[in-house]
């Protein structure tokens, strides 16, 4: 019986987080500004590791 009430119970609430709050509640100016920085880190971080990994490649030749 427990297992048939636990499946048909609503959802415990879960604590949110403040990552969670951003997204519900930045404006769309704010979550721009944030996502061009994310986006230009991690352009960059990818922009390093192609060229480390070609410069690998041609030491190996």
């Known amino acids: 019986m427990?297992?048939?009430?636990?499946l048909f119970s609503k959802?415990?609430?879960?604590?949110s987080t403040p990552f969670a709050e951003f997204i519900r509640n930045a404006s769309s100016a704010e979550k721009?500004?944030?996502?061009?920085?994310?986006?230009?880190k991690a352009t960059?971080?990818?922009?390093?590791v192609v060229e480390t990994n070609s410069r690998s490649s041609a030491q190996a030749v």
């Open 44 to 48: 960059e971080q990818q922009v390093a």
């Open 32 to 40: 721009k500004k944030v996502y061009t920085v994310v986006l230009k």
């Open 2 to 6: 427990n297992l048939i009430k636990s």
């Open 11 to 15: 959802h415990k609430a879960v604590v």
